[in-house]
């Protein structure tokens, strides 16, 4: 079975412009969540989505959104890009969105860099 | 923000010889997760241990959890070079439990 796959894996933006990032998760898995790594850090919680729902979100600006398709894929989207957006981008898919979260599946994440 | 604070930054050990690694975090808990992460590449879950766990075994992995004093550790045994990555602590906060939380990692090199 595949796992979580996400793409693009690499790719560089100029400041100001737009960049939509995907993530396919495990097969059977409803709940897709993102997550932002500055090189050298954590990562930060930035979004989760379950059943095509929004469940969470984190400490990001109004410039950062995503959805979820039926197909539970799902779009991580970030609008007039600044040079501090630099950052691994990883998506991670689990079974369920509920409460007491476990296990989270990771996909291998798309670094954005912003020039 | 960050909830978890590993500890050491940075290990570097000899092959063969154990790995411990520390986590501290700030809030009540659910559970507490490790991972490790290959360099610059994606997550992969180690371990999961619950609030009212206090040591869990997996292979040569053994994670220990004290509420009182809001910490976990992760011991490596018997290291290998193919254990060299970053291995990160993440919580489950008791108030929201829908996202992890996680710390800034320690950076393990194993020396063949």
């Known amino acids: 079975d595949a796992g979580v796959t996400q793409s693009p894996t690499h790719l560089i933006k100029t400041r100001g412009q737009h960049v939509t990032l995907r993530c396919s998760p495990i097969?059977?898995?409803?709940?897709v969540s993102w997550y932002q790594q500055v090189l050298g850090q954590g990562p930060q919680f930035i979004f989760q989505?379950?059943?095509?729902?929004?469940?969470g979100r984190g400490n990001f600006p109004d410039r950062f959104s995503a959805r979820q398709f039926p197909n539970y894929s799902s779009e991580l989207n970030v609008n007039a890009l600044l040079l501090g957006d630099s950052a691994l981008y990883l998506c991670?898919?689990?079974?369920?969105?509920?409460?007491?979260?476990?296990?989270?599946?990771f996909g291998e994440g798309s670094r954005l860099t912003v020039l | 923000s960050q909830q978890g604070e590993e500890d050491p930054q940075a290990l570097s050990i000899q092959e063969g010889e154990n790995a411990t690694m520390n986590c501290s975090y700030k809030?009540?808990?659910?559970?507490l997760q490790w991972y490790r992460q290959n360099s610059g590449r994606g997550l992969v879950h180690l371990i999961l241990?619950?609030?009212n766990e206090r040591e869990k075994h997996s292979g040569r992995l053994r994670v220990t959890l004290d509420t009182s004093k809001k910490s976990s550790s992760l011991l490596i045994t018997a290291s290998r070079a193919a254990d060299t990555a970053s291995y990160f602590c993440?919580?489950?906060?008791?108030?929201?439990?829908?996202?992890?939380?996680w710390g800034l990692g320690t950076s393990l090199a194993v020396n063949p």
């Open positions: 993440a919580t489950i906060n008791a108030g929201n439990n829908r996202k992890l939380i």
């Open positions: 809030t009540s808990i659910n559970n």
């Open positions: 241990i619950r609030s």
């Open positions: 097969s059977g898995h409803k709940s």
């Open positions: 989505y379950y059943e095509k729902e929004e469940r």
């Open positions: 991670a898919s689990s079974m369920t969105g509920g409460p007491n979260t476990g296990e989270l599946f």
